[in-house]
């Protein structure tokens, strides 16, 4: 290391290792970025189509409405399951995932199921058989029009699923690009600094003898070194300081309402609506709503029992014990973060938080919904929270 050519050399293989990881680092970005807007893209696509079909089951229903004309009614229907079929066909063009093409293909099966029950229907309206034509249209053309709505849905959730595990994958192999980069400048630089000190130190060593010998000879005191001062200490993160403070806070934990007012710093720091803490029943299997923060008295009342099969975020995050995201609409619905609470024999509930301004994409928000998560298995646990007399803890 004491030519200068091979301290070059090191030199410009640790940035071209730098260099090569920012490269990879922002294609792979970019990558995610486009991810993401086809992932919005397809959502946006699979709710109009959700939206279409129900139209669809009203449009058929008019037949035998009072005051209505089958005439004008009949078209419609065509019109709009041609729509449908075709937005249908586009969605699943569009679909990145082997479990949402087989959704969307169950989907297209459905709405040519409803197309021959529409058909039976107009064959009994032919012949004025209206209650024939009513038993099919709000029995058999109801439920094929919500399996097709439902196949769509399952299809919307396997695409989000899909996004989360490719963005993982791709976070991974960011990490170790980054990683790699940083280990090989940090041999590099130790490698430099160790040559040059030893160089130095071979100087400074002949320097000093030669000093102390002349020092000796004339008689001189000769000081002792001065002593380099300290290193400062690197600053910490202030989210890392907050999920300490309310780490160490959940462990002192008294009552109910000390609980309440750490939902209530959590949610302020996250920028939440409101949180929900649902808690699984071993014997019913169902997710049931024990405390609450940011939900008016009438909103809490009105929360239901979820099933452990619902197709909903927080039965998703229950069931697989992982961290589900509900992407927000622009003036529409809000986004929201479902941690699954995961205690020693599984998952035990979830944690449910209502999000202002896009923060469901935030990563600092979903690592801190999963810290109180698994601070509040602990708690939960411990303290044996039985869910109907928890449900009407107050909101702050």
């Avoid at 009203?58 to 009614?73: E, L, N, R």
């Avoid at 969307?104 to 107009?122: E, G, N």
């Avoid at 058999?140 to 769509?152: L, N």
Wanted: a neutral charge; charged letters at 20%; one cysteine or more.
């Amino acid at each position: 290391m004491r030519s200068r050519r091979t301290r070059l050399l090191c030199g410009l293989a640790a940035l071209i290792a730098l260099g090569a990881a920012a490269f990879f680092v922002g294609s792979s970005e970019l990558r995610l970025a486009s991810l993401h807007a086809d992932s919005r893209a397809f959502d946006l696509h699979a709710r109009e189509v959700t939206a279409s079909l129900s139209d669809l089951r009203a449009a058929q229903q008019a037949y035998v409405a009072a005051g209505q004309g089958v005439a004008f009614w009949m078209p419609k229907v065509a019109q709009t399951a041609d729509a449908v079929g075709s937005a249908i066909a586009s969605l699943r063009s569009s679909a990145t995932s082997l479990t949402a093409r087989s959704a969307i293909d169950d989907a297209t099966s459905t709405l040519a199921d409803f197309r021959q029950v529409d058909a039976r229907a107009r064959d009994y309206l032919k012949v004025g058989q209206l209650l024939m034509a009513g038993d099919v249209i709000f029995a058999e053309g109801d439920q094929t029009a919500a399996a097709a709505g439902r196949h769509v849905e399952r299809a919307r959730l396997a695409e989000h699923q899909s996004l989360d595990a490719a963005e993982a994958a791709v976070r991974r192999q960011e990490a170790i690009a980054l990683a790699g980069a940083a280990g090989l400048t940090a041999i590099i630089v130790l490698l430099l600094s160790l040559a040059r000190s030893s160089t130095d130190a071979a100087a400074d060593a002949s320097l000093s003898i030669a000093s102390q010998k002349s020092d000796l000879e004339l008689g001189r005191i000769v000081p002792a070194p001065a002593v380099s001062p300290a290193v400062a200490n690197r600053p910490v993160s202030p989210i890392l300081k907050t999920a300490a403070q309310l780490c160490t806070d959940f462990a002192c934990v008294r009552d109910l309402n000390d609980l309440q007012l750490l939902l209530a710093r959590a949610g302020d720091i996250m920028d939440a609506v409101g949180l929900v803490v649902w808690l699984g029943n071993t014997e019913s299997g169902e997710l049931q709503p024990v405390l609450t923060h940011g939900y008016s008295d009438e909103t809490r009342a009105r929360l239901p029992n979820v099933p452990r099969s619902a197709n909903n975020a927080a039965a998703a995050a229950y069931r697989s014990g992982e961290v589900q995201i509900v992407l927000s609409r622009p003036g529409g619905v809000k986004g929201a973060v479902v941690a699954p609470i995961l205690g020693v024999r599984g998952c035990v509930g979830a944690l449910s938080a209502e999000l202002r301004g896009g923060g469901e994409a935030s990563d600092s928000v979903q690592a801190l919904a999963s810290i109180v998560a698994a601070q509040l298995a602990g708690v939960l646990v411990a303290a044996q929270v039985d869910a109907p007399p928890a449900r009407a803890a107050a909101s702050s």
